[in-house]
């Protein structure tokens, strides 16, 4: 695998040698190493699908991992495998960068450059979550969000909520653990009352009080 290095202050620069194999090498070996996160822009492209199934695959458990992807389907892949994931309009480059330490970055028509400079991280890093947050979430959550509230506020089991959604439970729970972070909610119940408080569900019933046993009379 030939490829030339570039030394710089605090860091190296590895210039890769054009081919895929060695990009997958490389790849893989990031996503292995990674110990807390990971953020992938994959390439636009027929391979997209793979790298990203692999990179779900090979996460560690416990390593955060999300996907800025081109598509609802390729977000789908993303959020089957376990990893968040947000649909971007705009064409990005091939990145990777697992811990905010080290980069995998390829321009189109490009080598790819294995990053271990920490300036140079520092700045992917800042733009990569600047996509991110300019980035929206797949369609099919955003349009699920109002039935899944529905079925948190009337109590129904994952199982059977998940089922009548045509989605899988851990689809489900992760959507649910999703919107209760979004409207900040520390319980299913409260995520129900935020949802009414902030008008997510308009003309939606109110969630259902547990029976108060002040005036309850005595069972005979």
């Not at 390439?43 to 790298?51: C, E, I, N, V």
């Not at 089957?80 to 947000?86: H, I, T, V």
């Not at 064409?91 to 189109?108: C, H, V, Y």
């Not at 949802?195 to 109110?206: D, I, K, N, S, Y």
Request: overall charge positive.
């Amino acid at each position: 695998m030939a490829q030339t290095a570039t030394h710089t202050e605090g860091g190296v620069i590895v210039e890769l040698a054009h081919d895929e194999q060695t990009v997958l090498t490389y790849r893989r070996r990031i996503i292995a190493n990674a110990s807390s996160d990971l953020l992938y822009a994959p390439a636009r492209g027929s391979t997209a699908r793979h790298a990203v199934s692999e990179l779900v695959r090979i996460a560690g458990s416990g390593v955060a991992v999300r996907v800025l992807c081109g598509s609802a389907e390729l977000a789908a892949v993303a959020t089957d495998g376990g990893a968040k994931a947000r649909i971007c309009d705009a064409a990005l480059p091939e990145l990777l960068i697992a811990d905010e330490r080290t980069a995998l970055l390829r321009l189109a028509g490009a080598r790819a450059l294995l990053i271990n400079a920490p300036v140079l991280v520092t700045t992917l890093v800042a733009l990569g979550e600047q996509a991110w947050e300019a980035a929206g979430p797949p369609a099919e959550q955003a349009g699920m969000t109002p039935a899944i509230l529905r079925a948190m506020m009337a109590g129904h089991k994952d199982a059977v909520a998940a089922r009548q959604l045509g989605l899988s439970i851990r689809q489900y729970r992760r959507y649910v653990a999703e919107i209760m972070r979004d409207i900040g909610a520390a319980s299913r119940f409260q995520a129900g009352a935020r949802a009414v408080e902030l008008g997510l569900l308009t003309g939606a019933a109110q969630p259902m009080m547990p029976p108060s046993t002040g005036n309850t009379p005595p069972v005979r």
